[in-house]
């Protein structure tokens, strides 16, 4: 496994209650970054700020929960390319 495989990572969010209104039933979601979370949700919406989740280490695998939603780290898993 080649070093940028090992450290793919997906960051989950798990909320309580639905989030989006147009999607009442969709309540999971996964980003690429904690950064990638506030693009998508408001901090009211997740229920701490983007600083709260890096400072609770969650970047470090540290699982966050909370009022509103919870937020881990998982390891992202890929085929293996061939290379030529």
Known sequence: MDKAMANAQV???QFFGAPLPDE???RFF???SLAAIYDKFSAAQVGCSLGNLYN????NGVPYSGKLCMVW???LYSKR???D
């Open 11 to 13: 960051y989950v969010v």
């Open 56 to 59: 609770l280490r969650v970047s």
């Open 73 to 75: 780290r998982e390891p």
């Open 24 to 26: 009442p039933r969709r």
């Open 30 to 32: 996964l980003f690429s």
């Open 81 to 83: 390319r061939k290379t």
